[in-house]
């Protein structure tokens, strides 16, 4: 389990179909984030979408016909799932959709993460792959061209391979024996479900698996979702988990069958309420710091409903 990080930030980018022009979606977005108090704004740009990077935007995608590229600026989890709802309603109101060749695209902060850390969480993601297919529609599973599987056996070159070695930070400059360059050579290249590249592009890692979605929860939930797994590599143990198909097919055929795949993935990813008790260091132990009252309140509020729709759509999907 891991603890809640409220200062890491997350950006997403949303296909949508829509038959209205950029300048109208962009108004009608300003005019929603004025009427819900929210301090941003939303502007039209070129094909760059980290020009004005401090701002939402609205750039053409030459994938989406009729439509456009929805782009957030970085966000926390506090003002991130606000701003989220009052973008998804103004969609909805538009009369924007989704369709199969839409899209939605989740980068998280990666710029203080250690090529290490880096490792595994794509490692975790290998790990879970099958079961976070589940939680995506049927169109976004499979060898893709957009959304390509990770291979755990490339990946962690059959469970030897930690990770241990390399402690620097991602961005500090091009090093072709880095952890992040072994592997950008284990998987198929930007469009695979995570992106390597944008590490050393942008800063981030990039979750580009999910369909084209303007419900906020389901957004949301995602969003929540991606990001505990990293922050299990940042926190966790180190050590590099199996997949259950790779365990049953070494001799134990029922594996996790009994509690299931959804309960072990919560165990080494979940964000817990109970594990962000840190008591004061002086004074009465059972009273909590103002920091971590908020640590705990954003697990009440984001990581425990999240979790609890993640399990709902996998049960929704499982079928399908």
């Not at 740009?45 to 990077?53: C, L, Q, R, S």
């Not at 070159?157 to 091009?174: E, L, M, Q, V, Y």
Request: positive net charge; hydrophobic residues 40%.
């Amino acid at each position: 389990m891991t603890v809640a990080n409220l200062t890491r930030t997350f950006g997403v980018e949303m296909e949508v179909n829509t038959n209205r022009r950029a300048p109208t979606l962009a108004n009608a977005i300003n005019a929603e984030f004025a009427a819900r108090g929210i301090p941003q704004r939303c502007v039209v740009v070129g094909g760059n979408i980290h020009a004005d990077i401090d701002t939402w935007k609205i750039v053409r995608d030459v994938t989406v016909s009729p439509g456009w590229e929805v782009v957030s600026p970085p966000m926390t989890l506090a003002d991130g799932k606000a701003q989220l709802e009052a973008v998804c309603k103004v969609l909805q109101d538009l009369g924007a959709w989704v369709s199969r060749q839409t899209g939605l695209h989740v980068h998280h902060d990666a710029r203080n993460l250690t090529g290490t850390q880096v490792g595994r969480a794509f490692a975790t993601y290998a790990t879970f792959q099958d079961l976070l297919a589940q939680m995506v529609a049927p169109s976004r599973r499979g060898n893709l061209a957009y959304s390509k599987p990770l291979s755990w056996a490339r990946i962690t070159d059959n469970g030897t391979d930690t990770f241990a070695t390399d402690n620097r930070a991602p961005r500090s400059g091009h090093r072709l024996d880095t952890i992040e360059s072994k592997i950008r050579h284990r998987v198929n290249g930007r469009s695979s479900t995570m992106n390597i590249e944008a590490v050393h592009r942008h800063g981030t890692i990039e979750f580009r698996q999910h369909q084209g979605s303007i419900n906020a929860e389901k957004i949301f939930s995602w969003v929540l979702i991606t990001q505990s797994i990293i922050e299990s590599a940042v926190q966790g143990t180190g050590r590099i988990l199996k997949p259950t198909s790779v365990i049953r097919a070494e001799g134990k055929p029922d594996a996790f069958r009994k509690r299931g795949e959804f309960a072990r993935f919560r165990d080494t990813v979940g964000v817990s309420p109970s594990d962000n008790k840190v008591p004061v260091s002086q004074g009465n132990p059972s009273t909590w710091t103002p920091e971590w009252q908020a640590v705990q309140d954003a697990c009440n509020a984001f990581y425990v409903p999240a979790f609890r729709y993640f399990a709902k759509v996998v049960k929704k999907f499982a079928a399908s």
